[in-house]
């Protein structure tokens, strides 16, 4: 099949999905085997681009250019590859996770939820995908947009008001510094399009490159860089396929996926390593994992635990890149990966105690295990991966960012990554040894519940084994992150 | 037939005007001013097309030769004017069909087309006229007929509108009759053609400084240039919603199109931008109407009167475009002129559906119309984007040039304020979306209907047009382009 039409097909599958879907309303069982149908399709695509990329090929689409030079235009590279891979695979596995926690939850709007749902999926697709940073931002914004109806889909005070939130922080960082970024490196170097080695070397005084990488940093909010990062908590209000495929994966991998796509393909690893005073991204990016982290290891509620830790799981990556060597941005492409499915496993498993046992507190969690074994074991394999131990994909990321790091002999880095391990550790094990070890409280409500529905099990069961499969065979992201840093 | 299109352009509707105030019946009035606004469409287009194979165009009236006779000239600039006015006058009249039949009474509805057909010909005569008091006779022939259109509201409060506009607007014109009284005094012409060579010489005239000063400042008055809007919000909130859309996409953009051949063609480019600051007293107006009534939107509960708020913000980018006296800035301005003609019309289109089926477009009336009227709140939300400039809209395309105008001149602070401004569209869109999406219909509601695709129909053409000239903008960019480079080049 053509390689542009491919490209095209990636955009266009989702969003004539999210069109059947919003048709097949009226007829739940239908309207849920297009989403399953749409993603499983969308994974075929994504596969077909992988087996051309790693083949060496970079399948483009110039589609169309509204403004002279500035096009919309897609060229797939490694990164953006894994990216693609990773959203569409577990966006499969989602949607069958949706099916069960939306019904049995008894959601209202559920055609809405869905459609937004293959939207956002479209939008990742297109940003993963793009060859330029106004096709990137177009797309960025439309994922923003996307999610802002899935943030406030309960339709509570609260909901609304974490959705102003949301879009608030999104909406206002993308347009005052992105944009404005966007526009000063078009003025500045006449180009947008992304190139390996970058496009500002030469082209911008070493002052303007600095308030540039400031600018793109805040700018690209999805990264969730301190202090910046309120929205995503904010946006833990959603059903928890919500939380759990956008704000774990697409919506969050899209920010620090932008980081490093700015980093390697705008600014090039040679013109910031030679860039006197980026050093302060690294010590951003540090203070944000340990801070975030400790406020994790304080929160009660579940979600909200989970979300900290993604903002500072999310600053790994930026950290990595922030090195700007190459091991540790083949780190930082990784930790996408894996960050990914041990994430994802952990928010299917909060969705799963919610909707079997009613419970979103860390303190309601004594022995659960032994009423939702599945789940809890799932969620311990998400959490050792979090914590980056052998065994699970978490160890794989984490050893190439230390490597990085070591190369690069930032101190600072290696003291980062030791901290956050055990902040790690002291905020995930607690929760797995109530599970399984305390004692469940006598007589307490809601206590006569077993499992989940089997498509929630059944989910969570995938990527769990996903994590684990990662580690034992990590070659094809391996060699895409080695692409991407081209060695 | 070929060498007589731009009288055709004019008289087509002229005409039809008494021959349905003749009929007076309703479906057929309606038929007649569909069938003449789609003709002078297809004549605007010919024209156009004329002029850019061929150069400009000049017509003589009953062939009296030009200084003494009345000319009529299409060159570039007001063949894109008269492409936008005619373009929104065909996409008005289908739709005003049933949008009438509902807002009207049953007597009037003839009237209103015939009040429509008078509008359409001022406005076109205005643009195609060589001739500076042939302007201030069409500009009557438009202003009385949009009076009383916008009388034709269904509530009172129309009429108030309607009056506060009479009263602005005849000061407005009043002074533009005094600028071209001084210019016909000093020259002995009216003929803008010859007025420009007559008014060379001039330059240092008192008389035609003060010429020039009741003419922008009149014009100024009809086209709600900030501080001389305050007519606008009312005439659009309350006038019937097929009349907001026509005033919306085509009054001020023939008044503006006024003020630019003046400034440009009649008076010079030295004159206006060297001889005096005109550059830097359009800035501070734009500027300060670009945030002051983006601002005041925010805070409106009625969404015409929202649209209205938000029209005069966007009278501020235009000029802004215009304050930067480039080329780049002038082609922004125009193309922006184009751009807000289909982004304003099909967000009024929109509301028009809504006030169809709910009778009122206030915000707490409209919560959750999204679920029951998709295609029409689904349009709505595809301009608002245009409004706000997200691309890939028409919207994005004349920010963005707009920007780089900016970034030319190197006024850094103007680019930003055109970002952050784009914020504040941001909020008073998302208001009208959140009501209509994401609340639930007030109780007492009963199920209605989505809109009748007579009016779906312009609605959809206006959203397309909004998505194609944000996608494929070569043909608008570069008409923009060439007038603007006409404009500036005919001077410099």
Redesign the interface.
């Known amino acids: 099949m053509n390689a542009g039409l491919l490209v095209a097909l990636a955009v266009l599958v989702p969003l004539t999905g999210a069109g059947l879907i919003a048709l097949a309303g009226r007829w739940p069982n239908l309207r849920e085997s297009i989403t399953v149908v749409t993603a499983l399709l969308l994974f075929c695509v994504n596969a077909l681009l992988a087996v051309r990329v790693l083949g060496g090929e970079a399948p483009a689409l110039h589609a ?1 250019e ?2 002279e030079g ?1 096009a ?1 235009a897609f060229a797939i590279e490694p990164l953006g590859m894994l990216f693609g891979l990773v959203a569409s695979f577990l966006w499969i596995v989602n949607s069958v996770y949706s099916i069960g926690y939306m019904r049995a939850n008894g959601e209202r709007h559920q055609t809405r939820f869905y459609v937004c749902f293959a939207i956002a999926l479209a939008s990742t697709m297109g940003l993963a995908f793009s060859a330029n940073l ?1 096709t990137l ?2 797309f960025y ?1 439309a994922l923003t947009l996307s999610t802002y ?1 899935l943030v ?1 889909h309960a ?1 509570t005070e609260k909901a ?1 008001r974490a959705g102003r939130v949301y ?1 608030g922080i999104l ?2 960082t993308s ?2 510094f992105l ?2 970024a966007i ?1 000063i490196v078009w ?1 500045q170097t006449g180009t947008l399009t992304f190139a390996p080695g970058g496009i500002l070397q030469g082209k911008v005084s070493d002052t303007l490159g600095l308030i540039l990488l400031a600018m793109f940093m805040y700018g690209i909010g999805k990264a969730a860089l301190m202090p910046i990062h309120p929205w995503l908590p904010a946006a833990m209000v959603a059903p928890t396929p919500v939380s759990a495929l956008l704000h774990a994966v697409a919506v969050v991998k899209a920010g620090v996926f932008t980081v490093v796509k700015v980093i390697v393909y705008v600014f090039g690893l040679d013109y910031l390593q030679n860039l006197g005073g980026s050093e302060w991204l690294l010590y951003v990016s540090g203070a944000t994992i340990i801070v975030a982290s400790v406020i994790a290891l304080q929160a009660d509620n579940l979600k909200r635990r989970l979300a900290y830790s993604t903002v500072s799981q999310l600053s790994y990556v930026i950290m990595a890149a922030a090195l700007f060597t190459p091991m540790a941005v083949a780190g930082a492409v990784l930790h996408i990966a894996a960050h990914a499915f041990g994430k994802i496993t952990l928010f299917f498993a909060a969705g799963s105690i919610y909707t079997a046992a009613h419970k979103t507190e860390v303190s309601q969690l004594d022995g659960i295990g032994r009423r939702m074994p599945w789940t809890m074991a799932a969620f311990g394999i998400g959490a050792l991966s979090m914590i980056g131990l052998p065994l699970t994909a978490g160890f794989v990321s984490k050893w190439y960012f230390l490597s990085g790091a070591l190369d690069a002999r930032s101190v600072v880095t290696i003291c980062v990554i030791f901290a956050s391990t055990l902040l790690n550790a002291g905020y995930f094990l607690p929760i797995v040894y109530r599970a399984f070890f305390r004692p469940a409280p006598e007589g307490g409500p809601h206590d006569d519940h077993g499992e989940a529905p089997f498509p929630i099990v059944l989910a969570l069961s995938i990527t769990a084994a996903g994590t684990i499969v990662l580690f034992l065979l990590p070659q094809l992201p391996l060699a895409l992150a080695r692409a991407v840093v081209g060695g | 037939m070929g060498e007589h299109l731009p009288i055709l352009q004019v008289i087509l509707p002229l005409i039809a005007a008494p021959v349905c105030l003749l009929v007076r019946h309703a479906a057929t009035c309606w038929l007649i001013a569909t069938l003449v606004s789609w003709f002078c469409l297809a004549i605007a287009i010919l024209l156009l097309l004329q002029v850019l194979d061929g150069g400009a165009i000049r017509y003589q009236l009953g062939n009296w030769v030009a200084p003494w006779g009345i000319e009529y000239v299409v060159d570039r600039l007001n063949g894109f004017i008269l492409v936008i006015v005619a373009a929104i006058g065909a996409v008005v009249a289908p739709y005003a069909l049933r949008s009438v039949e509902s807002e009207l009474p049953e007597r009037q509805i003839g009237l209103f087309y015939v009040m429509y057909l008078l509008c359409l010909a001022g406005l076109l005569g205005i643009t195609i006229t060589g001739d500076a008091f042939n302007v201030f006779v069409f500009l009557e022939i438009s202003s009385l007929s949009s009076y009383a259109l916008i009388s034709m509201g269904r509530h009172r409060k129309a009429l108030h509108a309607a009056y506060q506009y009479l009263v602005m607007g005849t000061i407005g014109a009043t002074f533009f009759l005094i600028g071209v009284g001084l210019l016909y005094m000093m020259t002995g012409t009216l003929n803008m053609a010859d007025l420009a060579e007559q008014l060379k010489p001039l330059a240092g005239s008192r008389i035609v400084h003060a010429a020039f000063g009741f003419i922008v400042v009149g014009m100024g008055l009809k086209l709600a240039v900030f501080p001389l809007h305050l007519w606008l919000p009312n005439a659009y909130a309350h006038a019937p919603s097929a009349v907001s859309v026509f005033l919306a996409g085509t009054a001020t953009k023939v008044s503006l199109y006024v003020v630019l051949r003046f400034i440009f063609t009649v008076f010079g480019f030295e004159f206006s931008f060297v001889g005096q600051p005109l550059g830097p007293a359009l800035l501070v107006l734009a500027v300060a109407g670009i945030v002051v009534c983006s601002l005041v939107a925010i805070y409106q509960d009625n969404v015409k009167r929202l649209l209205a708020w938000s029209s005069v913000a966007q009278i501020g980018y235009m000029l802004l475009g215009l304050s930067f006296a480039t080329t780049l800035g002038l082609q922004a301005g125009l193309l922006h002129i184009f751009n807000h003609a289909i982004i304003k019309a099909g967000l009024f289109l929109a509301m028009g559906c809504v006030f169809l089926r709910l009778g009122s477009c206030r915000l707490d009336a409209i919560a959750g119309v999204g679920r029951q009227m998709p295609w029409t709140m689904m349009g709505f939300l595809l301009c608002g984007l245009s409004l706000i400039g ?3 809209t028409a919207g ?2 004349s920010k ?2 707009l ?1 780089l105008a900016a ?1 030319e001149k190197g006024w850094w602070p103007v ?2 304020l055109i ?2 401004t ?2 504040l569209a ?1 909020v008073y869109v ?1 208001k009208v979306v ?1 009501a209509a ?2 609340r ?1 219909p007030p109780g007492t509601a009963g199920r209605i209907g989505e809109a009748p695709l007579v009016m779906l129909v312009p609605l959809w053409i206006a959203v397309g047009a909004n998505l194609w000239f ?4 070569s043909g608008n ?1 570069d008409v923009a382009k060439a007038a603007a480079a006409a404009l500036m080049g005919a001077v410099q």
């Open positions: 169309i509204p403004v500035v919309f106004f931002f177009v914004e109806p406030t339709g609304v879009l909406i206002s347009i005052v944009l404005t526009l003025q | 997200v691309p890939p994005f395309v963005w040039y920007v970034l680019a930003a970002v952050l784009s914020l941001v998302w959140e999406w994401f639930d944000g996608l494929e903008t960019v």
